[in-house]
């Protein structure tokens, strides 16, 4: 799980993927009706690997030496990322402390990559479904610039099933305009 | 005294309980590795987490003052109520009663919890409306039908009484000159209404409140510290734990109390709530209680908007660091109606139960969890919550597991007032 994610971490920063996001800038343009956009994206890109190892040492992304390929990565590991269906922009984040502890105070790291600069994230929550409840406290998202975000005040106060959300907005962009509601990304992260 | 000669007879009860519990032969039940990795998640218990908003927690002195004051009825309306009047050491710091009996014989709307292990908890009272046990201890202090007394009437029997101001002066320097009456009015307290405490405390200068709020935060910092020594630990529950797989484990607690844990951790889902190793994850959930009477109890909906109001949150001058949930509190919806998860360790002994105390005893409460009867038709945690069927043996099995989380009996000088509160 978290090689996949790597690796697909590593492409987003190569040349192809810039391409196609480029590509997708052009053809989507300012019609509307070009790509038909959910107000919920269920499916991440890479799950968060869940259940998460209790055992920091076999978790490669507390501990890159455990295997070798990872030891000189030197970029953020992302637990998960999602590209947007028009592909105009991606979403990734990681928690930190990664893993999650339960009932412990963690804060996320995220990125929104995409060349408008009017697509932000602009509010995060999690819920646990099954339990028809969510988190006890309200987090804080913080717009560090450059399409970076910390989120503070995240708790997971119980084991189970979690789905962290994040609402992204195109505010006055014409990329994507039929979503111009906030669209809800939605993470699943498995707590022991 | 008779509180004194209670607390013996629990202390001998406990320790007949567990040399039963030992010599009983007991097979250990064979867990799976994932039921031990959740099992050991409870065990063991270490020492609580730091107060960051209270620099004299861990001070010995301080504990000292605070365990005096917590046995000393005189800071009450009519020297007649003392926090160890609801919260007996003998009961396992709870009142064996469905509810507590303030000044003048008046109850209290909720039920008394234990304070066994309060200081590992993130909220204190069952909304959750205090986030330090210093601040807590401010308000049964004020409040009518507990104490009934007010900020200014303790600051002054405080700096009359020499024993205690000396006390007081060895962990927190000299106490301020309150001899003047016109300045510090007998009694006076910032209470929200129209009452001559407080128009008292309305005509003193905002640097005299100050002066008398730092008296008064400080007794309950003492009082706090005291709590920090009230702990349960060391359980048969414990030495199981501690154990678990080998052959030692089998006889720290019965075959029975196995199996109940097997189910608490299991098909019961307990553990989701009640988790960690104080048996609390220290948050808020609708259990759904069939109502028992009196006005629907909004439990941490209010609670939040109480805690944000409080001038001694964690987050105000009188703390000595704000701790940092403080600050991603907010009222949210779900939260209404539920209620603290309270901690199981000791539970045996602190019945009745819930913040409603309706459930007697414990098998009252496990037959509520079983057959969800009464339940009201809407409520938050449905979801997980449900009728779980449990036969009587299986109830037997549970009762006998929580019966294994009694801790070793605390030490018999921290039970009673202390000779001294120096």
């Given amino acids: 799980m978290v090689l996949e994610t790597v690796a697909k971490s590593r492409g987003f920063h190569g040349i192809g993927a810039a391409m196609v996001v480029g590509m997708l800038l052009s053809l989507v343009g300012c019609d509307p009706s070009a790509e038909p956009t959910s107000t919920e994206l269920a499916v991440p890109v890479s799950p968060s690997p869940s259940p998460r190892s209790t055992n920091p040492s076999t978790n490669p992304s507390t501990n890159p030496s455990a295997n070798p390929s990872l030891a000189n990565y030197s970029e953020p590991l992302w637990a998960a990322e999602f590209e947007s269906p028009t592909g105009v922009w991606r979403l990734r984040y990681r928690p930190i402390p990664d893993p999650i502890v339960r009932n412990e105070l963690f804060e996320i790291d995220a990125e929104l ?30 717009d560090l610039g450059d399409g970076r975000y910390r ?3 995240m708790l997971f106060h119980m084991a189970g099933f979690w789905e962290l959300f994040f609402w992204v907005e195109h505010g006055a962009s014409c990329i994507e305009q039929k979503a111009a509601e906030p669209q809800r990304v939605r993470f699943a992260v498995v707590l022991e | 005294m008779s509180q004194v000669t209670f607390a013996k007879l629990a202390t001998a009860a406990i320790s007949i309980a567990l040399s039963a519990a030992a010599t009983e032969p007991a097979d250990a039940l064979e867990f799976t590795d994932s039921e031990i990795r959740i099992i050991r998640q409870h065990s063991p218990l270490g020492p ?89 201890a ?57 009452s001559p405490r407080a128009r008292a405390w ?36 414990d030495r199981f734990a501690a154990n678990i797989g080998s052959h030692e484990s089998a006889s720290a ?66 703390s000595d660091g704000v701790r940092p949930v403080l600050r991603f509190v907010a009222p949210r919806q779900d939260s209404s109606g539920a209620f603290k998860t309270p901690t ?24 509520f969890y079983s057959t969800r009867e009464n339940i009201p038709r809407t409520h938050g945690e449905q979801g997980i919550i449900r009728r779980l069927d449990f036969t009587e043996s299986e109830l037997d099995d549970l009762e006998a597991f929580l019966e294994s989380l009694t801790g070793r009996p605390l030490p018999q000088e921290l039970l009673t007032a202390p000779p001294s509160p120096e």
């Fill in chain 1, 113 to 142: 990559v995409s060349s408008d600069p009017n697509i932000r994230i602009t509010a995060v929550d999690a819920r646990m479904p099954e339990h028809l409840h969510g988190m006890t406290l309200r987090p804080e998202l913080h």
């Fill in chain 1, 151 to 153: 989120i503070e005040g």
């Fill in chain 2, 48 to 136: 609580p987490p730091p107060d960051p908003s209270n620099r004299f927690a861990e001070d010995p002195a301080a504990a000292r003052l605070g365990q005096s004051l917590f046995f000393d009825a005189r800071f009450s309306a009519n020297n007649d109520v003392s926090c160890a009047t609801c919260h007996i050491p003998g009961l396992g710091f709870a009142n064996g009663a469905q509810r507590g009996t303030g000044t003048g014989g008046q109850l209290t709307t909720r039920h008394v919890p234990t304070l066994l292990n309060n200081a590992y908890n993130r909220w204190f009272f069952w909304d959750g409306r205090a986030d330090s046990a210093w601040s807590q």
């Fill in chain 2, 138 to 194: 401010t308000q049964p202090l004020e409040n009518p039908i507990e104490h009934g007394a007010d900020r200014l009437q303790i600051a002054h029997l405080a700096s009359h009484t020499p024993e205690i101001r000396a006390a007081y002066e060895r962990v927190f320097g000299s106490m301020p000159d309150l001899s003047d009456r016109t300045r510090f009015p007998e009694h006076a307290a910032p209470t929200p209404d129209v």
């Fill in chain 2, 202 to 237: 309305r005509s003193m200068s905002v640097a005299d409140q100050h002066a008398v709020d730092r008296v008064f935060t400080n007794l309950t910092k003492a009082i706090s510290a005291y709590e920090r020594e009230i702990v349960s630990r060391d359980s048969a529950f």
């Fill in chain 2, 253 to 318: 607690i019965p075959e029975s109390a196995q199996r109940g844990l097997r189910l608490f951790v299991g098909r019961g889902n307990c553990r989701l709530c009640h988790s960690g190793p104080n048996f609390s994850d220290g948050e808020f959930h609708d259990t759904a209680l069939p109502r028992s009477g009196g006005l629907r109890d909004t439990g941490r909906w209010g609670g939040t908007r109480r805690l944000l109001m409080d001038p001694f949150n964690s987050g105000g001058t009188f």
């Fill in chain 2, 344 to 367: 199981l360790r000791g539970v045996a002994r602190t019945g009745p139960y819930m913040h409603t105390g309706q459930f007697k005893t414990l098998r009252e409460v496990l037959n």
